[in-house]
T-cell receptor, first 115, second 115 residues
């Protein structure tokens, strides 16, 4: 079974530029998550989708971050404009359902450096 | 609000030593789930175990074992006869029951196993 796919793996941009990340979850997984992981910390949830609907985006900085999952499968996360503090690894995860009992499966992440 | 504390930040052991990674959690719910994830240098978080709050039985899987104690709100992870391949960052995480529950991670413990 294929795992969660993410691209690109690495991205370097200058502040105020825009960037987009792509994620393809495990087939059949209804729930998709985007996390931000700053160096030395645990992942922090940015947004959670159930199929193509948003169920939690309370920690997403909506003035600069946006995400969509139009057909309930793959998803994109965009940052516009980027700030220095956005430098982090962006992880995508998926699970069969959104209940707390389901384990989440993570992709390899995209390491973003903002200069 | 839920919280996970991993007080140890870095642990270094010599191969074949046993090592225990501590995890303390806080939650107001009576039903919840605890997880351990491993993040090797490649960056992808790997699911290791899930435990629900009603099952306090300790679990052993090969060289890995987990000790869940509700009385002390702890869910500790022991690696027996550590190997160099165990070198990684280990995260403990907590989610509450119910739909759309969020996974809260600790800050992680960096384990280095020296040959």
């Amino acid at each position: 079974e294929a795992g969660v796919a993410q691209s690109p793996r690495y991205k370097i941009i200058e502040k105020r530029q825009s960037v987009a990340f792509w994620c393809n979850p495990i087939s059949g997984h209804a729930t998709l998550y985007w996390y931000q992981q700053i160096l030395g910390q645990g992942p922090k949830l940015l947004i959670q989708f159930q199929n193509n609907g948003v169920v939690d985006d309370s920690q997403l900085p909506k003035d600069r971050f946006s995400a969509e999952r139009l057909k309930g499968v793959d998803s994109t996360l965009k940052i516009q404009p980027a700030k220095l503090e956005d430098s982090a690894v962006y992880l995508c995860a998926s699970s069969l359902g959104s209940a707390g009992s389901y384990e989440q499966y993570f992709g390899p992440g995209t390491r973003l450096t903002v200069t | 609000a839920q919280k996970v504390t991993q007080a140890q930040t870095e642990i270094s052991v010599v191969e074949k030593e046993d090592v225990t990674l501590d995890c303390v959690y806080e939650t107001r719910d009576t039903t919840y789930y605890l997880f351990w994830y491993k993040q090797p240098p490649s960056g992808e978080l790997v699911f290791l175990i899930r435990r629900n709050s009603f099952d306090e039985q300790n679990e052993i899987s090969g060289r890995y074992s987990w000790n869940f104690q509700k009385s002390t709100s702890s869910f500790n992870f022991t690696i027996t006869a550590s190997q160099v391949v165990d070198s990684a960052v280990y995260f403990c995480a907590l989610s509450e029951a119910g739909a759309n529950s969020k996974l809260t991670f600790g800050k992680g413990i960096t384990l280095s196993v020296r040959p």
